[in-house]
């Protein structure tokens, strides 16, 4: 399969394809939900996708998976050999580091705005120290490096049918309601880190504040004042979710159902956390894999609608299959990521 992405996407260069197979192992071992989604594209935009992943993934984990005890000054000098191996790979076209050799082939290729991943830098390093945020918009802030350049790093990948620049709003609303999801399902995990990032104004609005939810989680004992907060930034998640859906119909058919099914998928979160009754500070709640099956079924049966639309070419045996074997295979795909 990674072969057919490479040969697809006119990879030929040993180094560089070998550079793409290490940010595809990245997405499919950390980012499931993601890696699901990114099946849905086209083949030949694939490894774009994954070398987009990597290297948030390259630089979270320097952030949030070093060695427990390492002091933020290790991090800042991690964080700085990664810009500097990131800056020179853009500026050379390539790099020894197969992240960043292929990230920077993925920048030329689409032409990806080089700011994206310096403002993605910038909120990787306040990680280090920025433990809180006062306000939604102190949290916005933040996203805008964090989030909202993932989706205009990803928007030169999926194509337009509008001007790009009236797309792109939509682009980072998007990638900012992905965010938001993740930090409500990983409450318990931040706080472990030291880090909460639901407002500290909405959590106030509920006389909740960082003790009582250290303390909750110490005990493993609910607190309706918290479960009332967790409400409220899941309602406002789905208002982020309803502004950023319209940009859909703003990219490329063929990329529709990826994005789509990733927005499912994310916007499901929500929904397990509030089936877990909001005890996301006690245990991580989990879209099933059942339900991961079903969207990624409805997202293949789109993609063969937009080919028998555009009247492209696939393979043959593809043109033939039901929608039954259709819907077996993303339960197959569904359960190879789970």
């Known amino acids: 399969m990674t072969d057919r992405e490479l040969d697809a996407a006119g990879i030929t260069d040993p180094a560089l394809r070998a550079a793409y197979r290490h940010c595809r192992a990245l997405n499919a071992r950390h980012g499931r939900t993601y890696f699901l989604a990114t099946r849905l594209l086209p083949v030949e935009r694939r490894p774009a996708v994954h070398a987009l992943y990597g290297f948030a993934r390259w630089a979270d984990d320097i952030v949030d998976s070093l060695a427990p005890g390492t002091g933020a000054d290790a991090r800042v000098r991690a964080l700085t050999r990664l810009q500097e191996e990131l800056e020179e790979g853009l500026r050379r076209g390539g790099s020894e580091e197969p992240v960043a050799h292929a990230l920077a082939d993925t920048a030329r290729r689409y032409d990806i705005d080089h700011v994206h991943f310096r403002d993605f830098m910038t909120a990787m390093r306040s990680d280090l120290t920025v433990t809180a945020y006062p306000t939604y918009a102190d949290l916005r802030a933040y996203m805008h490096g964090s989030a909202a350049v993932i989706g205009l790093q990803m928007l030169p990948v999926l194509g337009t049918v509008a001007p790009r620049e009236e797309a792109e709003p939509y682009a980072a609303a998007l990638g900012v309601a992905f965010q938001l999801s993740n930090f409500l399902r990983d409450v318990g995990e931040d706080l472990d880190r030291g880090r909460v990032y639901l407002p500290a104004d909405l959590l106030a609005g509920h006389g909740v504040d960082r003790e009582l939810l250290v303390r909750s989680r110490a005990t493993g004992r609910p607190d309706r004042r918290i479960t009332a907060a967790l409400r409220e930034f899941a309602e406002l998640t789905r208002g982020v979710y309803r502004a950023a859906m ?93």
């Open 246 to 338: 319209p940009g859909v119909d703003l990219l490329e058919a063929v990329s529709r159902p990826c994005i789509r099914t990733a927005a499912v998928l994310y916007g499901g979160i929500l929904d397990a956390v509030a089936r877990d009754g909001w005890a996301v500070l006690h245990r991580r709640s989990v879209v099933s894999r059942r339900r991961r099956a079903v969207v990624a079924a409805d997202g293949l049966l789109r993609v063969a609608a937009v080919r028998l639309r555009t009247r492209a070419q696939p393979p043959a045996r593809t043109r033939a299959l039901p929608a039954a074997v259709l819907a077996t295979a993303a339960v197959r795909s569904a359960e190879e990521v789970a």
